[in-house]
Structure formats: C-alpha cells, structure tokens
Nanobody
Framework: QVQLVESGGGSVQPGGSLRLSCFAS????????MGWYRQVPGKQHELVAR?????SKNYADFVKGRFTIFRVGRTMYLEMNSLQLEDTAVYYC?????????WGQGTQVTVSS
C-alpha cells in the first residue's frame, strides 16, 4: 500500500522560504511522476510542480524562478523561496504510477505579514 506523507509547512513572512518534503512508502515505481499541488478554499487544486522518474521537471508559471522541485530516493522536495501572500494554500503531494494515483494528506503553508 502506498502512503505519501508531507511535512515542512508552516507560517512565513513575504519573501521568506520553506522546504516541503514528501516521503513515499510502499510499492513505489521508480518511473512514476511525483508532483506538488496546492489548493485554497473555494478553488480547485492547481499544479505547482512535478518531476518524472527520469528527472524531467515542470513548473507552473507562477512559481518559475522561485520554487525548485527535486527528489532523493523516496522523498520529494519543494524548495520555496521568495514566498508571496498568494502562495498561501494547502500543499499536497501526488504520485502517479502504473499501480495508480495517490495523494498525501496535505500541509498548510501560510504567508502573511
């Protein structure tokens, strides 16, 4: 059974930084694509960044140059710099592989002055 566990959320001031982590346990396919999505109340979740098993990366336009996604073994990271008020959301880890699609429980990121 696959489990995704996020950590690293919190509260920061505008311009600050946070690093999110997502640890994947269970039957993990090395070819799977992992990604970060975020959601604010009343809106659909949106893709932030994703990384394929071959290390190909995609970023949403609104985070390019500020966020970096990478993975080490079973852990995926999202390095978030120059955080803005608009980045406040619940961030979810996602895994898509041949066995299915999986989601983490989410971690809150709050950017406020």
């Amino acid at each position: 059974q696959v489990q995704l566990v996020e950590s690293g959320g919190g509260s920061v001031q505008p311009g600050g930084s946070l690093r999110l982590s997502c640890f994947a346990s269970g039957s993990i396919d090395s070819d799977g694509t992992m990604g970060w999505y975020r959601q604010v109340p009343g809106k659909q979740h949106e893709l932030v960044a994703r990384i394929s098993g071959g290390d190909s990366k995609n970023y949403a336009d609104f985070v390019k140059g500020r966020f970096t996604i990478f993975r080490v073994g079973r852990t995926m990271y999202l390095e978030m710099n120059s955080l803005q008020l608009e980045d406040t959301a619940v961030y979810y880890c996602n895994l898509i592989q041949r066995l299915g699609e999986y989601w983490g429980q989410g971690t809150q990121v709050t950017v406020s002055s």
